[in-house]
């Protein structure tokens, strides 16, 4: 499988940002990707936020593509994030489900353009 390009965004108010790391590691040995890099940026302003379209702390986007779907009503800007797992919990990071479904989709696309 190719790597894919993969990003975690995060504010330093939220407390969230390692537990998503460590699960987002997780999710890449899980899919055999254990040795992509993941390139953490800190937005830290709003302007930031606002060029970036940042819903929240953490975020993962993988190829330039969230691993979650954003809510409607998701507001841009200086916060943590809070997820809806695939079983109904509220959490502060996404599902593991949707990290490693993200991975494999976008690893395939990368193979298929031969990227």
Same mark, same amino acid.
């Given at each position: 499988m190719r790597t894919p390009d993969i990003e975690l965004l995060w504010w330093a108010g939220c407390?969230?940002?390692?537990?998503?790391?460590a699960e987002l590691e997780q999710a890449l040995g899980d899919v055999g990707l254990s040795n992509a890099r993941v390139r953490? &940026?800190?937005i830290d302003t709003d302007d930031e936020a606002s060029s970036r379209g940042f819903l929240g702390s953490p975020t993962?986007?993988?190829d330039g593509v969230d691993v979650a779907s954003p809510s409607p009503e998701g507001d841009v800007g200086?916060?943590?994030r809070v997820?809806?797992?695939r079983?109904?919990?509220?959490?502060? &990071?996404p599902d593991p489900d949707d990290m490693r479904e993200a991975?494999?989709?976008a690893a395939r696309a990368r193979e298929e353009d031969g990227r």
């Open positions: 407390p969230s940002t390692d537990r998503a790391q953490r &940026t800190e993962i986007l993988v200086l916060s943590c997820y809806r797992r079983d109904g919990r509220i959490s502060p &990071t991975l494999q989709r």
